[in-house]
């Protein structure tokens, strides 16, 4: 596999301590998923339900699954082409045809490269067994308040009207096409070419960034790692609308140590301040004059140490987080590599000192590291007016993720 070094940044520990530049910046918003929409083919003598144009990204959405997860996180599906089919209910004749035509190619949907998704707002779908989900790949979405349907363009809002339809999306989530029940079989051609058009090499919008850090600074903040020993890492959750963090070692096991010296922690925000803020500022016109987040974190081979698919800034305590950032501290270990799904199976690893910088909207993991130990410092950065928003979501941090104040 291809590899480049490159800044990095990831985790989902409690909210910690920020530092400002000495610069301010301009107010950004944070990336949210946008719907423009347009008719799709309209049928006669009915005015057409507004759906996603081709090309724009799909909205994101959280639910209920089939004898699956209750809160299944749509995003996380990035790096895959998309199935999506809206059947309102599965009880009439055309949409069980259409469902049988895509139920016959089940083998294209191994949840590796390609998976589906039937929308029912119908329960007795369930209750009569007219839908079922079937892993790896095919997952029925139980959306009986058509919440989905409605972001999609499958049902007119306070109405009956409802328009079955498959929707194709691209392993970025973006529309790529759309097909009424007469055209669904043409959803399958769709998705082969998609799957022959995936380049495993492309690249992601990543910037790599060498000698950010000097390897006697690299020796000292693992040799602090080694001298505590770091303490389990969580992740961040949205849990009944509070910012909570979780424990899951089938999605992270990592171990982080808190730096607590002052002195360090102003030379490592100075550092930050001067190899990675100007980097950024020259590849993507941001100020990055925030800094959150002092640790160390460990991934070992020992315990199958790694971070599965996930974004840094999904919650309300973390929305205000515009770029992460990796920087490995040492370069004796194997795996623990940041790949990022939307743009194929490259992967990207920092040398030693060396960073690797993304926006947190970005879905990436941290693969399985299999010799060693992957030592890094992770910290996240953001400007003056992102500053604001996380204060202004204190209110929404749950019981034992920290209060923040600017300072």
Request: net charge neutral.
């Amino acid at each position: 596999m291809a590899q480049r070094s490159m800044p990095s940044g990831r985790s989902g520990g409690p909210a910690s301590a920020s530092s400002t530049f000495a610069i301010a910046a301009a107010s950004r918003a944070g990336p949210k998923p946008i719907r423009p929409s347009v008719p799709a083919q309209p049928r006669e003598g009915r005015v057409p339900i507004l759906k996603p144009v081709e090309g724009s990204p799909a909205p994101w959405f959280k639910a209920a699954v089939l004898d699956g997860n209750p809160e299944y996180t749509f995003h996380t599906v990035a790096g895959r082409v998309t199935l999506l089919f809206f059947i309102g209910s599965a009880q009439g004749a055309a949409v069980r045809d259409a469902l049988d035509q895509l139920l016959a190619a089940a083998d294209l949907f191994d949840d590796r490269d390609c998976c589906l998704f039937v929308v029912t707002n119908d329960p007795d779908d369930v209750a009569r067994g007219r839908v079922r989900t079937a892993l790896p790949g095919i997952r029925v979405i139980l959306d009986y308040d058509r919440a989905i349907s409605a972001a999609y363009g499958a049902c007119r809002e306070a109405t009956d009207d409802y328009d079955p339809y498959v929707m194709v999306l691209d392993r970025q989530l973006r529309v790529a096409g759309r097909f009424l029940l007469p055209r669904a079989q043409e959803s399958l051609t769709l998705v082969e070419r998609l799957l022959g058009e995936a380049a495993a090499d492309d690249w992601a919008p990543v910037l790599s960034v060498p000698r950010v850090l000097d390897p006697a600074t690299c020796r000292r903040l693992i040799e602090l790692y080694d001298a505590d020993g770091g303490n389990d890492s969580g992740f961040m959750r949205e849990v009944d609308g509070k910012t909570v963090q979780m424990i899951d070692h089938g999605h992270k096991r990592r171990s982080d140590y808190t730096i607590t010296d002052d002195a360090l922690c102003g030379s490592l925000r100075a550092r930050i301040g001067h190899c990675v803020r100007p980097a950024i500022h020259r590849a993507f016109n941001f100020d990055a004059t925030r800094m959150e987040r002092y640790i160390v974190a460990c991934y070992e081979a020992s315990v199958g140490g790694h971070f599965r698919p996930h974004r840094d800034n999904t919650t309300k305590g973390t929305a205000h987080r515009r770029f992460a950032v990796t920087i490995n501290l040492n370069g004796d270990f194997d795996g623990g590599e940041l790949r990022f799904p939307e743009f194929g199976t490259r992967t990207y690893r920092a040398p030693p000192g060396g960073a690797v910088v993304f926006g947190c909207g970005l879905l990436h993991e941290a693969t399985p590291v299999t010799r060693g130990r992957r030592y890094a410092f992770l910290p996240f950065l953001y400007d003056d007016a992102a500053a604001a928003q996380r204060e202004a979501n204190n209110k929404y941090l749950g019981e034992g993720v920290g209060d923040y104040r600017r300072r």
